[in-house]
């Protein structure tokens, strides 16, 4: 699998990240198994994870699984909480949630730490210090935010800047699809100005891209499960329907599958180090991985960009920035 470099920094990840956000709710321990024994033996070596996934029971599975394996990356993140307060980038509750994480991960430190989400409520120079604290203390390596919009990313990075941070953000997990393109609004020029690399989370637009919606929801889906149909209820509309067609359409003109297209096209974008792909079978995993070497000829990827071309205007785009 290929290698790419993460951001502007010495770290190297796997073109592909194996995503476990449905470990230890629908996917067990068994099938979890399979799914890191294909990826792993495929040449991943970055796993994805959270402190809120599945309650923590997605790290403790990550940790059983990579005790064996010092050579695999582990990218964990804080912040989200079940709580009456959603979100919490305190220092206090951020390095408590990185104890508990490597705790639950067996491990002494976490390779890519990224900030789950936005905290409005804390100020940034104490979240910041936060990372600080973390990266020099050895507890992680490197540290990247999630879900930020584009003027957080910036703010947050160029404090680190002035500042002369030892933590600074090489990392931003955001998702990005044919279906979902607004991080090309003001993400990535911040991103591109600050050294950030893009790890795309849901390349697949939440499995729609695959076309398995096109007539029906199948009944072993994401959107027939209690705990993600609303997560892919937005993309089964019109405008999305569309996309999906137009994909469809040139996986069969060029013999691939619509799943080679669309992970090929997130793959291509230049901002783009990595996708975080979120396989719940093995059947998935082993197509997603089969697909990889598919060849995509540039007119395909500029047909695909014109029809998911997002809105553009003032202020980000037009006549007052040319």
């Given at each position: 699998?290929?290698i790419?470099?993460?951001?502007?920094?010495?770290?190297?990840?796997s073109k592909?990240a194996?995503?476990?956000?449905?470990?230890?709710?629908?996917?067990?321990i068994?099938?979890?198994?399979?799914?890191?024994n294909?990826?792993?033996?495929a040449?991943g070596?970055?796993?994805?994870?959270a402190?809120?996934y599945?309650d923590g029971?997605?790290?403790?599975?990550?940790?059983e699984?990579?005790?064996d394996?010092?050579d695999?990356?582990v990218?964990?993140?804080?912040?989200?909480v079940?709580?009456t307060?959603?979100?919490?980038?305190?220092r206090?509750?951020l390095?408590q949630s990185?104890?508990?994480?490597?705790?639950?991960?067996?491990?002494?430190?976490v390779?890519?730490?990224?900030?789950?989400a936005w905290d409005?409520?804390?100020?940034i120079?104490?979240?910041?210090?936060a990372?600080?604290i973390?990266?020099s203390s050895?507890?992680?390596?490197?540290?990247?935010v999630?879900?930020y919009?584009?003027?957080?990313l910036?703010?947050t990075?160029g404090i680190?800047e002035l500042t002369?941070?030892v933590?600074p953000?090489?990392?931003?997990?955001?998702?990005?699809?044919?279906?979902?393109r607004?991080?090309?609004?003001?993400v990535?020029?911040?991103?591109?100005?600050f050294?950030?690399?893009i790890m795309?989370?849901?390349?697949?637009?939440?499995?729609?891209l695959t076309g398995?919606y096109r007539?029906?929801?199948?009944?072993?889906?994401r959107a027939?499960?209690?705990?993600?149909a609303g997560f892919?209820?937005?993309?089964?509309?019109?405008?999305?329907?569309?996309?999906v067609?137009a994909?469809?359409?040139a996986?069969?003109?060029?013999?691939?599958?619509?799943?080679?297209?669309?992970?090929?096209?997130v793959?291509?974008?230049?901002q783009?180090?990595?996708?975080?792909?979120?396989?719940?079978t093995?059947?998935?995993l082993?197509?997603i991985?089969?697909g990889?070497?598919a060849?995509?000829?540039?007119?395909?990827?500029?047909a695909?960009?014109?029809?998911s071309k997002p809105?553009?205007?003032?202020?980000?785009?037009?006549?007052n920035?040319?």
């Amino acid at each position: 699998m290929e290698i790419r470099t993460l951001g502007r920094s010495g770290l190297q990840v796997s073109k592909l990240a194996l995503g476990t956000m449905s470990w230890g709710r629908d996917t067990d321990i068994h099938e979890a198994r399979d799914l890191f024994n294909i990826y792993y033996q495929a040449g991943g070596r970055l796993i994805d994870t959270a402190d809120v996934y599945s309650d923590g029971i997605s790290e403790e599975i990550v940790g059983e699984f990579i005790r064996d394996h010092p050579d695999v990356l582990v990218a964990t993140k804080a912040v989200s909480v079940r709580a009456t307060r959603s979100r919490n980038a305190s220092r206090s509750n951020l390095l408590q949630s990185l104890d508990t994480s490597l705790k639950r991960l067996n491990r002494s430190h976490v390779d890519i730490w990224h900030l789950h989400a936005w905290d409005s409520q804390t100020p940034i120079q104490e979240t910041l210090h936060a990372l600080d604290i973390a990266v020099s203390s050895g507890r992680v390596r490197y540290v990247g935010v999630s879900n930020y919009s584009g003027w957080q990313l910036a703010q947050t990075a160029g404090i680190q800047e002035l500042t002369r941070s030892v933590a600074p953000i090489i990392s931003a997990q955001m998702e990005y699809s044919l279906l979902e393109r607004g991080i090309e609004r003001e993400v990535i020029p911040s991103a591109n100005t600050f050294g950030v690399g893009i790890m795309a989370w849901s390349p697949l637009g939440r499995g729609v891209l695959t076309g398995k919606y096109r007539n029906n929801t199948p009944a072993d889906s994401r959107a027939a499960s209690k705990h993600f149909a609303g997560f892919v209820a937005p993309y089964l509309n019109e405008r999305p329907r569309a996309i999906v067609d137009a994909v469809c359409m040139a996986a069969q003109a060029l013999g691939h599958t619509p799943l080679d297209v669309a992970l090929a096209w997130v793959l291509a974008r230049p901002q783009v180090a990595c996708a975080v792909i979120g396989a719940r079978t093995a059947a998935q995993l082993k197509a997603i991985i089969n697909g990889l070497d598919a060849q995509i000829p540039t007119e395909i990827f500029a047909a695909l960009d014109d029809v998911s071309k997002p809105a553009l205007g003032y202020p980000e785009f037009g006549w007052n920035q040319t």
